[in-house]
C-alpha cells in the first residue's frame, strides 16, 4: 500500500512539473532585420514586448501580435 501511495506521489509530481502550452512567437514585420545581432525582452506578464535588431528597438503593448508594434527608438 505505502509502494501505491509514493507511486502515485511521483506521478503527480512529474504531471504538474510539466510546461503548460506555449505559443507560437510571431513576427515584427515581413522585412528582415537590419542589424548584426537582435534582443528581445518582455514583461513579467508577457503584455509588453521589445525587440532590437542592432539599429531600432520596436515595442509591442499586445503581446507581441502582428500589427501592435511600433518603433520606438531608431
Do not use: H
Not at 1 to 9: N, R
Not at 22 to 41: I, L, P
Amino acid at each position: 500500500m505505502t509502494l501505491l501511495v509514493v507511486i502515485a506521489l511521483l506521478a503527480l509530481n512529474f504531471l504538474v512539473r510539466l510546461p503548460g502550452p506555449t505559443r507560437e512567437a510571431e513576427a515584427v514585420s515581413k522585412k528582415e532585420f537590419g542589424g548584426n545581432s537582435s534582443a528581445m525582452a518582455c514583461s513579467a506578464d508577457g503584455k509588453i514586448v521589445y525587440a532590437s535588431d542592432g539599429y531600432k528597438v520596436y515595442r509591442s503593448t499586445n503581446s507581441g501580435q502582428a500589427g501592435s508594434w511600433e518603433t520606438v527608438l531608431e
